[in-house]
T-cell receptor, first 111, second 114 residues
Framework: DAGITQSPRHKVTETGTPVTLRCHQT?????MYWYRQDPGHGLRLIHY???????DKGEVSDGYSVSRSKTEDFLLTLESATSSQTSVYFC??????????FGPGTRLTVL | QQQVKQSPQSLIVQKGGIPIINCAYE??????FPWYQQFPGKGPALLIA?????SEKKEGRFTISFNKSAKQFSLHIMDSQPGDSATYFC?????????????FGGGTRVLVKP
């Protein structure tokens, strides 16, 4: 699992509430990523980080923000959750030259 | 806009059969093509990867075939076993691009019957 943990693993929330998902790594990797997984779409990149306080957008970044104040933690925030953000969220780290390793995922349901 | 198209969406084979999953890409700048295997409730796990300077790569019972001119690559699972039942994703990236971002196909659910 490349030393990646995600919390919470499951969350149910209501539309309009803020939600923060946490990704924690133990191996001091520079690059970290947030993806969402939806049926038929594979995994789509939301945001990624290339260092402390250094982040950039992915292909589906609208409605999401991220922060990285420490190398080991990468936070994903939904400022005001919507039903379209119901999904499984995966964090990944970049290990080696090109390879990404994924965490166990967080299943988020927005009612 | 899906830059990596994966087919079929699902596949059923008998034990010992050879499921084949195909992916096609549009961006000729892609130069790294990994395959991930995902079991229910788990995160995707890297299975095997190939670069465009080779046409085939084997790791155990898993083989990637790569056709650069056709912009296609495929995964073959030799002598498939029920334990291979999972969802498989192809992906592509540009190794030296900022962020080394992966673009995924839509996934193929493979069921291997005993």
């Amino acid at each position: 699992d490349a030393g990646i943990t995600q919390s919470p693993r499951h969350k149910v929330t209501e539309t309009g509430t803020p939600v923060t998902l946490r990704c924690h790594q133990t191996e001091n990797h520079r690059y970290m990523y947030w993806y969402r997984q939806d049926p038929g779409h594979g995994l789509r990149l939301i945001h990624y980080s290339y260092g402390v306080k250094d982040t950039d957008k992915g292909e589906v970044s609208d409605g999401y923000s991220v922060s990285r104040s420490k190398t080991e933690d990468f936070l994903l925030t939904l400022e005001s959750a919507t039903s379209s953000q119901t999904s499984v969220y995966f964090c990944a780290i970049r290990g080696g030259v090109d390879t990404q390793y994924f965490g166990p995922g967080t299943r988020l349901t927005v009612l | 806009q899906q830059q990596v198209k994966q087919s079929p969406q699902s596949l059923i084979v008998q034990k010992g059969g050879i499921p084949i999953i195909n992916c096609a890409y549009e961006n000729t700048a892609f130069d790294y093509f990994p395959w991930y295997q995902q079991f229910p409730g788990k995160g995707p796990a890297l299975l095997i990867a190939i670069r465009p300077d080779v046409s085939e790569k084997k790791e155990g019972r898993f083989t990637i075939s790569f056709n650069k001119s056709a912009k296609q690559f495929s995964l073959h699972i030799m002598d498939s076993q029920p334990g291979d039942s999972a969802t498989y994703f192809c992906a592509a990236s540009i190794a030296k691009a900022a962020g080394n971002k992966l673009t995924f196909g839509g996934g193929t659910r493979v069921l291997v019957k005993p």
